[in-house]
């Protein structure tokens, strides 16, 4: 709701989404709580005016979000240190919602693979440029692995842009090639892309190689839709 300035509330079109466009449009939550964790292990929801509130508050808050809106996935909701909660709230409600790890699991496949043991999440975030260019440890290779490894799980894959990115397209062949892909492309698997809404040339230059490949893909091109959580393909 950010990519396009428009003269009207967040809630305002959050409740047209839920209202008007239920059966088309839904709506995918990037919390980033590490952000707003505080030292006493509470999460502050104001930083002008501090609100605290407990990670077992802000779960049931939420709980609350996921009965009134059509939100089918949260990322990061709670810090990356904060297993406990994420154990939680996938227990309580990973069954139908999607919660996503990006800063909990780097893209590491040592932490994708603690995680699965834990049941702290359900969906891997992919970001093979991090893993790559920021954590020492990391290589193409090692994301690879990091997808195969959640695809195995059962858990959704979720294929992510940075938020300094380029024109550069690699992320959609790598998508397309992994079976990530929700938007526009999938082979033989369901799975999901995020590189934002359609307003600047980097992000556009993605979704216009996934239109590419749609078009040499042909008839064998196969929209996911509602089925991008669950891999088809083995691993």
């Known amino acids: 709701m950010t990519g ?22 839904v709506i995918g939550m990037d919390v980033a709580a590490s952000e707003f964790y505080t030292s006493d292990k509470t999460y502050d929801l104001n930083f002008k005016e501090e ?22 996935s949260i990322e990061d909701p709670f ?18 919602y999607q919660i996503v790890g990006d800063d909990l699991l780097v893209t590491n496949p040592k932490m994708v693979e603690k995680t699965i043991k834990e049941k702290s ?37 979720m294929a992510s842009h940075r938020s300094g990115e380029t024109e550069d397209t690699f992320l959609a062949d ?20 995020k590189t934002g809404a359609p307003c600047r040339s980097e992000r ?17 091109a196969v929209y996911a839709g509602v089925n991008c959580r669950k891999p088809v393909k083995p691993y």
Do not use: P
Not at 136 to 141: E, K, L, P, Q, Y
């Open 204 to 220: 556009l230059a993605k979704y216009n190689q996934l239109l590419r490949i749609e078009e040499e893909l042909g008839a064998e």
């Open 174 to 193: 790598l998508s397309v090639g992994l079976s990530t892909v929700m938007c526009i492309v999938v082979i033989s698997s369901q799975g999901q892309i």
């Open 4 to 25: 396009f300035r428009t003269k009207v509330t967040k809630l305002t079109t959050m409740n047209h989404l839920s209202s008007e466009l239920e059966a088309s449009v």
């Open 121 to 157: 999440c359900n969906a891997l975030l992919l970001k093979a440029f991090e893993t790559v260019l920021i954590n020492s440890f990391g290589s193409v290779t090692e994301s690879i692995e990091a997808v195969k490894m959640a695809k195995r799980a059962g858990w959704g894959v």
């Open 51 to 72: 609100q605290k509130i407990s990670g077992d508050a802000l779960k049931d808050l939420y709980k609350s979000f996921l009965a009134e809106y059509q939100i089918v």
């Open 79 to 96: 810090d990356e240190d904060d297993w406990k909660h994420y154990a939680k709230i996938t227990r309580e409600v990973g069954e139908k």
